[in-house]
C-alpha cells in the first residue's frame, strides 16, 4: 500500500494560511511545524517528499532532513530557496504565484493610476458638466477636432521615468515591481532583511539601505507591510516630512501604518500629490474621517485582494502542482539558479 504524499511547512505559517492548507489539501500528508524553533520544523520535515517554502531560507539542511523530491515555493520567485544547493541534491523548485498578490499588486496599480491621472477628479468633472466654468459647449469631434483635456487638469503625472519606491518586498511587492517595469517606471526597494544576491538585479530593483532613504529617493511610496508592533504608525508625520513634496502614497497593506490624521494633513496643504488607500485604521471608514475630504485621495473599500480566491485558490494551484509533479505530468515553471526572475 503506497502513503500518502508527505508535503511540509518549512516554517510555522501564519494561522488564517495553516488554515487554508490543512482545508485544501487533505489529501496529502500535511506537516505544519507547531512553533519555528528547530525541533518543531525538523519533526515536520522528517519523511518529508515535498517541502512548501515562504519566507524562512530553504536549502540543503532542510533537504538532507527530509525525503523531498520537490520544492514548492509560495509565490512567483523563490528568493528564499537556496537553487543551487537543490539543484546539486536533485530536487527541482518550482513557484506557484499567490493569486491573492496577484491581485493586490492589480489594485495597486490601479489606485496608483486613479491618482496620477485623476481619474476620480475627471469622472466627477464629466458627470457634473465641469466644462462650463471654462466657458466650453459641447460640439461634435471629429479626427482632428476635440476638446483635449476639457476640464483643464494641469496636474496629471505620467509613470514612465519616475520611482517606485517599495517598503516591503515579499510576493505582493515582487508582483507590484514587476507591473511598474512593465510602465516604464523605476523601481526601488527596501525592507528589514536584505534582499539577497542575485535577486536585486532579476527583479530590476535598486535595493536601498534604509527605509528613510527610499522615502526621500522616491516618487512615489507603495507600502507592503504587516502591521505590528514595530510598524505601527509607521509613516507618522515625521515620515511623510520626508518624502519629496508632490510625491505620492499607495497603501494596499494595513492602514495602522500610517498616520492617518497627518496625511490628510499634508494631501490638504499640498505637501503630497496624492494618496490611493485601500486600507484604514478604522473599516469601514467614518463619512466624517479628515482623509474623506482630503483632495488628491482616492480611497476604495478594502478591494485589494477581492476576485482572487485567496489562500484556498493558492493551495489548490500548490495541491495541483505537487500531483502533476508526482505523477510525472508537467506542472507550473520550474526554478533554476540561472533564471531571470521575471
Known amino acids: 500500500m503506497t502513503h500518502r504524499t508527505r508535503v511540509a511547512f518549512c516554517e510555522r505559517p501564519p494561522d488564517l494560511v495553516a488554515r487554508a492548507a490543512r482545508s485544501v489539501l487533505s489529501r496529502f500528508d500535511l506537516r505544519i511545524p507547531d512553533s519555528d524553533e528547530p525541533a518543531a520544523i525538523r519533526s515536520a520535515l522528517r519523511g518529508a517528499d515535498a517541502l512548501l517554502a515562504r519566507k524562512r531560507r530553504v536549502g540543503g539542511r532542510e533537504l538532507d532532513q527530509s525525503a523531498a523530491k520537490l520544492i514548492v515555493m509560495l509565490g512567483r520567485h523563490p528568493v528564499s530557496v537556496a537553487l543551487e544547493e537543490a539543484a546539486a541534491r536533485g530536487a527541482p523548485v518550482v513557484a506557484v504565484p499567490h493569486p491573492g498578490a496577484i491581485a493586490v499588486a492589480d489594485h495597486t496599480l490601479a489606485l496608483l493610476l486613479a491618482v496620477t491621472r485623476r481619474i476620480v477628479?475627471?469622472?466627477?468633472?464629466?458627470?457634473?458638466?465641469?466644462?462650463?466654468?471654462?466657458?466650453?459647449?459641447?460640439?461634435?469631434?471629429?479626427?482632428?477636432?476635440?476638446?483635449?483635456?476639457?476640464?483643464?487638469?494641469?496636474?496629471?503625472?505620467?509613470?514612465?521615468?519616475?520611482?517606485?519606491?517599495?517598503?516591503?518586498?515579499?510576493?505582493?511587492?515582487?508582483?507590484?515591481?514587476?507591473?511598474?517595469?512593465?510602465?516604464?517606471?523605476?523601481?526601488?526597494?527596501?525592507?528589514?532583511?536584505?534582499?539577497?544576491?542575485?535577486?536585486?538585479?532579476?527583479?530590476g530593483v535598486r535595493q536601498r539601505g534604509s527605509f528613510g532613504e527610499l522615502l526621500e529617493t522616491s516618487d512615489i511610496v507603495s507600502l507592503h507591510l504587516p502591521h505590528t508592533e514595530a510598524t505601527s504608525n509607521l509613516l507618522d508625520g515625521a515620515a511623510l516630512d520626508r518624502m519629496k513634496r508632490g510625491a505620492i502614497l499607495v497603501n494596499t497593506a494595513r492602514g495602522g501604518l500610517v498616520d492617518e490624521a497627518a496625511l490628510a494633513e499634508r494631501l490638504r496643504d499640498g505637501r503630497l500629490g496624492g494618496a490611493g488607500l485601500d486600507v484604514f485604521r478604522e473599516e469601514p471608514l467614518p463619512e466624517a474621517h479628515p482623509l474623506a475630504q482630503a483632495p488628491g485621495a482616492v480611497l476604495a473599500p478594502h478591494t485589494g485582494g477581492a476576485g482572487a480566491g485567496g489562500a484556498r485558490e493558492l493551495f489548490a494551484r500548490v495541491g495541483e502542482a505537487v500531483d502533476a509533479f508526482?505523477?510525472?505530468?508537467?506542472?507550473?515553471?520550474?526554478?533554476s539558479s540561472g533564471g531571470d526572475g521575471t
Open 326 to 335: 508526482f505523477a510525472g505530468r508537467a506542472g507550473p515553471r520550474r526554478e
Open 121 to 203: 477628479e475627471g469622472d466627477r468633472g464629466v458627470r457634473e458638466g465641469g466644462y462650463r466654468s471654462r466657458g466650453l459647449s459641447p460640439s461634435r469631434t471629429t479626427e482632428e477636432s476635440f476638446a483635449f483635456n476639457w476640464l483643464g487638469r494641469d496636474d496629471i503625472v505620467a509613470l514612465e521615468g519616475r520611482t517606485l519606491g517599495l517598503a516591503g518586498f515579499g510576493a505582493i511587492g515582487q508582483e507590484v515591481a514587476r507591473r511598474a517595469r512593465g510602465f516604464g517606471m523605476k523601481v526601488s526597494m527596501f525592507q528589514r532583511r536584505p534582499l539577497r544576491e542575485p535577486w536585486p538585479g532579476r527583479f
